[in-house]
C-alpha cells in the first residue's frame, strides 16, 4: 500500500513524466516504489533508464499467465520497474478485452504487490478511460490528474472536481471524488496560463496537489537519458520536488514493517 495512480482525460500532458519523477523522488526519500506501466506505448521503461530493445513486460505477458515478478526489472533510480512490454496493437486490443472480461487478471497481481505495507505503487496509465484503469480502481488510494495548463484542459477542470471524469459508476464516482490535480506546462507570465491555473486553485482547493511550469529541461533531459529531478537548479526540478513533498504528505506516514507490533516493543522492553 498505496496505489497512486497518474491519469488524465487526455494525452500528451505529461502523466508519463510526472509519474516517473514523482517515482524516483519517493525513492530517493527512502520509500520503497514500485512503478507499475499501464499504458501500451511502453515509455516509463525509457523515462527510468531501461534499454530501447528491451521487450518484456507485465502486461504484455499477463495473456499467458506469466507471474508478475519475473517481469520486474532494477533501474537506476532505486525503483523496481514493471515495464508495459512491447505489444502491436492488435495484441493491445485483445489485452483490452482479456482485461474487460477478466479485471481480477490484472487486480489479483496487483493486490499481491500491495500486500508489502511499504510498498508505494506509482502507476502511469493511457489517456482517457482504459480496461486496465478500471480494473485497479477499487484498488486506487490516489489519482492524481495531470492537466496542461490550456484551454482544452481548463474545459476539462470542472469534472475533475466534481468527480464525474472517470464516468458515473459507484467505484469510478467514489475514487474520482479522491482525485488531486497536478497543473503542468505552466507559464505564469502568460495570461491563458495563468488564468486556468487561477480557476485550478477555486476549482480544486486543497485538491490541487502541484503546479509544475513549463522547462524545456523535461524535453532535454528525456533526450540525454536524465530525469529533471536530476537536473538541480531547474524549475522543473524545483517543482516536481515540491509535487511529490505533497504526494507524501496526502499518504501519510510509512506503513511500520508487517511483523512490528506494539506487542513486540512491550515485549523488547522487558
Ligand atoms: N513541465 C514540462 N515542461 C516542458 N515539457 C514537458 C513538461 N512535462 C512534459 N513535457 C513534455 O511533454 C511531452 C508529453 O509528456 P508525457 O509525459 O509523454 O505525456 P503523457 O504521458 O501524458 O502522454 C513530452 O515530450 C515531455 O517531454
Ligand atoms: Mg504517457
Redesign the pocket.
Known sequence: MPLVAFV?PK????????AANVAALLAARGRDVLALDL?PQN?LRLHLGRSLREEDGFLSGLSRGAAWHTALRPTSYGISLLPFGAVEPRQAMELGRLLTDRPEALSGPVREMLADARRIIVV?TP?GPSPALSALLPLLDLPVV?LLADGGSASLIPRIADGSFLGRGTMATRVAGQAVLAL??VEVDQPLSSAVLDMARTSMGSRLLGV?????A??EG?ADRRLPVEMHGTR?AEDLALLAEALLGRLGPPALPPHHSLLQDWAGRQ
Open positions: 488524465s494525452g500528451g500532458v505529461g502523466k508519463t513524466t510526472l499504458d515509455a502511469d489517456p495531470v503542468n506546462q509544475i511550469g513549463r522547462d524545456l523535461v524535453a528525456l522543473a
